[in-house]
T-cell receptor, first 113, second 112 residues
Framework: NAGVTQTPKFQVLKTGQSMTLQCAQDMNHEYMSWYRQDPGMGLRLIHYSVGAGITDQGEVPNGYNVSRSTTEDFPLRLLSAAPSQTSVYFC????????????FGDGTRLSIL | AQTVTQSQPEMSVQEAETVTLSCTYDTSESDYYLFWYKQPPSRQMILVIRQEAYKQQNATENRFSVNFQKAAKSFSLKISDSQLGDAAMYFCASRADNDMRFGAGTRLTVKP
């Protein structure tokens, strides 16, 4: 039962470096999303996708790019990392239907120096 | 846009007692869903309970139940017979369309 798999679990970057956080799910879910979690602020939606080839912005999209070429994968790209992007990142997926619960990955702790 | 507010940054409860975590939300959508998630130190996000806004009956999952007051836009979580394993951060969340918003969380401590 893999569920939602995120890699890496931890990463340290220097300001200006680029990085791709990987997310894969094996539940054939159409909806996938990325969140960031900062202390005292809960989770905030960065980008989401309702299916292969379709992506849209969430609450805090600036500085991040996404693409969805397959149902299974939804990578998150930081093109030029900034210290403000230091956070814990969660990927989630769910089946269609708004009452369906999201399944979360274990998170990636990203530190940008 | 939706907003979710959890006014209790920290709560504590004695083992076997009952505790209620508060959550208020604001949305202009008529069709929305509410959730409580638990995040233990392992960082996993675990669904505790969910409520469809169109349902008047409060959701219940074993020791966990909600008090959903739609007019007041309130969605509190009651944990009965608290166990040591209930210690965690608890997040309230609201979802309408593809937009999901989380509260800032409540850290629950369970005292033996």
């Amino acid at each position: 039962n893999a569920g939602v798999t995120q890699t890496p679990k931890f990463q340290v970057l220097k300001t200006g470096q680029s990085m791709t956080l990987q997310c894969a799910q094996d539940m054939n879910h159409e909806y996938m999303s990325w969140y960031r979690q900062d202390p005292g602020m809960g989770l905030r939606l960065i980008h989401y996708s309702v299916g292969a080839g379709i992506t849209d912005q969430g609450e805090v999209p600036n500085g991040y790019n996404v693409s969805r070429s397959t149902t299974e994968d939804f990578p998150l790209r930081l093109l030029s990392a900034a210290p403000s992007q230091t956070s814990v990142y969660f990927c989630a997926s769910r089946s269609t239907g708004y009452n369906q619960p999201q399944h979360f990955g274990d998170g990636t702790r990203l530190s940008i120096l | 846009a939706q907003t979710v507010t959890q006014s209790q940054p920290e709560m504590s409860v004695q083992e076997a007692e009952t505790v209620t975590l508060s959550c208020t939300y604001d949305t202009s959508e008529s069709d929305y869903y509410l959730f409580w998630y638990k995040q233990p130190p392992s960082r996993q996000m675990i669904l505790v309970i969910r409520q469809e806004a169109y349902k008047q009956q409060n959701a219940t999952e074993n020791r966990f139940s909600v008090n959903f007051q739609k007019a007041a836009k309130s969605f509190s979580l009651k944990i009965s017979d608290s166990q040591l394993g209930d210690a965690a951060m608890y997040f309230c969340a609201s979802r309408a369309d593809n937009d999901m918003r989380f509260g800032a969380g409540t850290r629950l401590t369970v005292k033996p």
